[in-house]
C-alpha cells in the first residue's frame, strides 16, 4: 500500500490531466457515435489505465539499484530470500501481487480461454519491462519474469472463478444497474483517497 501511495504522489499530475483527457474524448466519442453509456464499463476501463500508469511507475522509477546486471538462471534470485523476510515480500511476494489486476483486467478484456492466452501476454509484457530496466539502471531478471507470469496466472483464475459464480447469482446481482451503483461507490470513495492523496481533504 505504501508503494502504491508513493507512485500516486508522484504521478497524480500527469495522471489527472490524462484522466480528464480521455475521459473528455470517451464521452464525446460515445455521444457522436450514439453508443451507449455504461458506467461500470466505463469505470472498469479507466481503472485498469490508472494501474497501467501506476506499474509504469512502479517499474520504472521505484527503487532503482546503483548498478544495472542481469540474472538469466531461473530461482536464482528467489533463492537468495529467506521466507517471511523483507526482501522476501518486496521481491518475490510483491511481483507476484502487482500482475494479478494485470492478469484479471487483461483476462476480461480478451475474454481469455486458456492459461496459455494470458501467459503470452504477460510473458511479452514481463520480458518487455525487464529489457527496460536493465537500460535504466535496474537489472535483468529471469526471476521477476517468472513471478509476474505467477501472478498474471493467478489473475486469470480469478477471473475464471468470477466469471463461474456469476452465473450462479441472483439476477439482481449481475444486472447493469447493480455494478453500476456498486462502482458509482467505489468511484466515490477513490475520488475522496485522489483528493486526499493531491492534498484536498474532505472531511
Known amino acids: 500500500m505504501k508503494m502504491i501511495n508513493n507512485a500516486l504522489h508522484d504521478v497524480w499530475p500527469m495522471l489527472t490531466i490524462f484522466l480528464v483527457v480521455i475521459i473528455s474524448i470517451r ?17 472498469f476501463n479507466m481503472l485498469f489505465v490508472i494501474y497501467a500508469l501506476l506499474l509504469f511507475e512502479l517499474l520504472t522509477k521505484a527503487e532503482l ?26 521481491n518475490v511476494i510483491g511481483n507476484i501481487l502487482i500482475f494479478i489486476p494485470f492478469g484479471y483486467f487483461v ?3 480478451i475474454k481469455a480461454k486458456k ?42 483464475l480469478l477471473y475464471i472463478a468470477f466469471s463461474a459464480i456469476k452465473k450462479h447469482l441472483p439476477s439482481i446481482f449481475t444486472s447493469t444497474l447493480f455494478y453500476n451503483i456498486l462502482c458509482i461507490v467505489l468511484c466515490a470513495v477513490a475520488l475522496v483517497y485522489y483528493l486526499s492523496i493531491m492534498g484536498i481533504h474532505l472531511f
Open 115 to 156: 492459461v496459455s492466452h494470458i501467459f503470452l501476454v504477460t510473458l511479452i509484457t514481463s520480458f518487455t519491462v525487464e529489457f527496460v530496466q536493465h537500460y535504466i539502471g535496474r537489472s535483468f531478471d529471469v526471476d521477476d519474469i517468472l513471478l509476474n507470469v505467477v501472478g498474471a496466472i493467478i489473475g486469470f
Open 27 to 43: 464521452l464525446m466519442y460515445i455521444h457522436n457515435s450514439n453508443e451507449k453509456f455504461v458506467f461500470y464499463k466505463e469505470f
Open 65 to 90: 539499484n546503483v548498478n544495472s546486471g542481469y540474472n538469466l538462471v531461473p530461482f536464482t534470485e528467489i533463492m537468495r530470500y529467506e521466507i517471511g523476510t523483507q526482501g522476501f515480500y518486496l
Open 107 to 109: 483476462s476480461t478484456y
